[in-house]
């Protein structure tokens, strides 16, 4: 593997678990997020966390049911809403 391929699954890696990080923060306090701007047009409540820097910020698409999160989807903001079929 050439330097660039090891320095691209290094920052990927690192990238995911961060990512990872951010969701086991919902399980303490998932109600912090707020509703995702589509979830009254898709009938459910969907929330939202988002991830990242400048213009690599990124939505995690979740739901609550009882009290288990469940990550639906995880978008890039610079995305045009979710729709049923994305989730």
């Known amino acids: 593997m050439r330097f660039t391929e090891r320095k691209a699954a ?3 890696g690192r990238w995911f678990a961060q990512l990872m990080a951010k969701i086991d923060t919902l399980e303490m306090q998932p109600l912090r997020c707020p509703l995702a701007p589509e979830a009254a047009e898709l009938g459910i409540e969907l929330r939202e966390l988002h991830f990242g820097r400048r213009r690599g910020v990124y939505r995690i698409l979740f739901t609550l049911r009882a ?10 903001s610079a995305r045009d809403a979710a729709s049923l079929a994305d989730l």
Request: net charge positive; hydrophobic share 40%.
């Open 67 to 76: 009290r288990t999160v469940h990550v639906l989807h995880i978008r890039h």
């Open 10 to 12: 290094t920052a990927g």
